[in-house]
């Protein structure tokens, strides 16, 4: 049998030359090396979450400041960092300091973290293997960071201990997103409130809308959607505008997406 | 007010959990995932307009009234200089906007702040960022479908397609830079070639695409 070499790729496996020595025939599958122990996984997962950590601290800053701007106790900005351990408890935050009601902005902010289905059902073939209490306790640490590191690193090779992987990264993005926030109250109350420091949230939320929409038409339908109601319906009682908005906005983009996927196959049938 | 906030953790939790508890080896349909792509983005949009139109609760569209939304309009030209880095951009439109906004302050009369320990930590997230993974690593691989044999192993593996449709901070995959491939990306009709290439093409078109460019499989084709 002939001897397998496996070259690793930035690429992927895909991209990966599987080659046969000597010859520039695809050869058969080979499995790239996985990590033996779950101490191996553990590191793996904290190395590569070593840069996405340092530069989550100055986005948790900043909701540590706009919380203490908008009244929130310290104390209460924490544990809603705890809890969610997302980046949405901006959002709630800047919908209290808008003076909304308490569920209105426990809505948006769920509706924000909607995305975190699409990344666990995509994870799951991944840990069916193992047993629930490490399924559940995994599932507390699956956010943007973790999840972009551990899909890359599924797309490489296979992960012996994902959950390992993920407790790893998940850890790390974790300590860096209370120390972001603890760093972020004490600036918001030592910093007088006339900086109109609470700004630093809606930039950082036009930024990411900006990103989000200019990515095809039907998030720019969804995004012109929902502001413009937004903004005419902004006087209705306990914010229910913002609601509406938001259901009106996600009804027209997915109107505007399955319009566009009709009209893409009655191209390819032309 | 605090125990619906509190909810949101629990809530928060099982949205992560959900699919490693339940789902077994289906994965979620495609437009549902674009759906939830699209949920974030309209959170975002009806949170940003009115604070931007309506910062002291009534319309102010005239900028020039409204110096929140002058400073918006003023940073968007950087935000589209600066969006295949993401981090590049939150942190370089939290200085730049912030810096606007005292500046005009300022200029109005107030005393212009300087918040040094938050640039800094901004700065560094600035410095940080081109470490971090690109999407594009993210979104290239499935692109390029290795040989056969491969494909079925291939196939167990984590799907990239989803990520670049769920609005994550890091997973979006973004059109590349110029005011004119960032019209030819949302308006695909004008260059077909380039629709392949972007997030919003359906997965089977990319594949197929990049499956009739792979040699092998053409001469097979051709066989």
């Known amino acids: 049998m002939e001897k397998e070499r496996w070259q690793p790729s930035a690429q992927g496996p895909i991209a990966a030359k599987h080659l046969v020595a000597g010859s520039a025939v695809p050869a058969l599958v080979v499995e790239a090396p996985t990590p033996s122990s779950w101490r191996a996984s553990f590191l793996a997962g904290l190395h590569a979450c070593v840069p996405l950590a340092l530069s989550i601290v100055p986005f948790m800053t900043v909701y540590g400041v706009a919380a203490r701007a908008a009244g929130v106790p310290f104390w209460f900005a924490q544990l809603l960092s705890v809890a969610i351990f997302a980046r949405t408890q901006l959002a709630a935050v800047q919908l209290l300091a808008a003076g909304a009601p308490g569920i209105v902005a426990a809505l ?41 590191t551990l899909a890359t690193r599924l797309q490489q090779r296979q992960e012996a201990h994902p959950q390992w992987f993920l407790f790893g990264g998940g850890g790390l993005i974790w300590l860096a997103s209370q120390s972001g926030t603890a760093l972020g109250g004490w600036l918001g109350q030592t910093l007088p409130a006339d900086w109109s420091l609470d700004f630093t949230g809606t930039l950082v939320f036009l930024a990411l809308l900006v990103l989000l929409s200019f990515t095809h038409r039907a998030a720019l339908v969804t995004a012109g959607t929902a502001g413009s109601l937004a903004v005419v319906l902004a006087d209705l009682p306990w914010r229910l505008g913002l609601v509406v908005a938001i259901v009106a906005g996600l009804a027209a983009g997915l109107l505007a997406q399955r319009w566009h996927s009709a009209s893409a196959s009655a191209e390819g049938g032309a | 007010m605090i125990i619906f906030l509190l909810l949101t953790g629990p809530v928060t939790y099982l949205m992560r959990a959900c699919g490693l508890l339940l789902v077994r080896t289906r994965l979620m349909p495609r437009q549902m995932s674009s759906g939830m792509a699209l949920a974030s983005t309209a959170v975002l949009a009806a949170l940003v307009a009115p604070s931007l139109l309506r910062p002291a609760g009534h319309l102010a569209a005239n900028p020039l009234n409204n110096p929140r939304l002058l400073v918006a309009l003023l940073v968007l030209p950087l935000i589209l200089a600066l969006r295949r880095n993401v981090q590049a951009v939150l942190s370089g439109t939290v200085l730049s906007g912030m810096g606007l906004l005292w500046a005009l302050s300022w200029l109005a009369g107030v005393a212009l702040p300087v918040s040094v320990p938050l640039t800094l930590l901004l700065l560094a997230g600035v410095s940080l960022a081109p470490s971090s993974p690109t999407p594009g690593r993210l979104r290239r691989a499935p692109a390029r479908p290795g040989p056969p044999c491969h494909r079925d192993r291939d196939a167990n593996r984590v799907p990239a397609a989803p990520v670049s449709r769920t609005g994550s901070l890091r997973s979006v995959r973004l059109p590349p830079a110029g005011v004119g491939p960032l019209l030819r990306s949302m308006w695909p009709s004008a260059t077909s070639t380039h629709w392949r290439d972007t997030p919003a093409a359906p997965g089977r078109l990319r594949r197929a695409g990049a499956r009739r460019n792979t040699p092998h499989l053409r001469d097979r084709a051709a066989d």
């Open chain 1, 108 to 148: 948006t902010a769920a509706l924000m973290n909607a995305r975190y289905i699409v990344y666990s059902m995509t994870l799951a073939p991944q840990f069916r293997h193992l047993a629930w209490y490490w399924r559940v306790l995994a599932g507390y640490f699956i956010t943007d960071e973790t999840y972009a």
